[in-house]
């Protein structure tokens, strides 16, 4: 099992930026990557970015390139998702999750363990 805990969220103005931290623990050797996911009301979840833990390669969706980065602290067990010039669009609850398979995945089926989600609010 592999326990997530994310943090950071919070009401933004358009344009803004936000970081959110999510924190790994338990049996965290059976990670092989990290992604963070959104869901919108009355809208699917939707993958976001994800990051190997090796750090060696990240995807983003083509919603947030350029914007947003993920990056992870393999020491400290934690993975970010730093959000840059947001739009109200990006408002949703940000879910971070693990794959403990090859290869970097984009489906949230992928994913076997969840955190209980953060809300973004980002006003116009």
């Known amino acids: 099992q592999v326990q997530l805990v994310e943090s950071g969220g919070g009401l933004v103005q358009a344009g803004g930026s936000l970081r959110l931290s999510c924190a790994a623990s338990?049996?965290?050797?059976?990670?092989?990557?990290m992604g963070w996911f959104r869901q919108a009301p009355g809208k699917e979840r939707e993958f976001v970015a994800a990051?190997?833990?090796?750090?060696?390669?990240?995807d983003y969706a083509p919603s947030v390139k350029g914007r947003f980065t993920i990056s992870r602290d393999n020491g400290k067990n934690m993975v970010y998702l730093q959000m840059n010039s947001l739009k109200p669009e990006d408002t949703a609850v940000y879910y971070c999750?693990?794959?403990?398979?090859?290869?970097?995945?984009?489906?949230?089926?992928?994913?076997?363990?969840w955190g209980q989600g953060i809300q973004v609010t980002v006003s116009s």
């Open positions: 338990g049996r965290t050797w059976r990670i092989y990557a």
């Open positions: 990051i190997t833990w090796s750090g060696g390669r990240e």
């Open positions: 999750a693990v794959d403990r398979t090859y290869p970097l995945s984009h489906s949230s089926a992928e994913y076997d363990y």
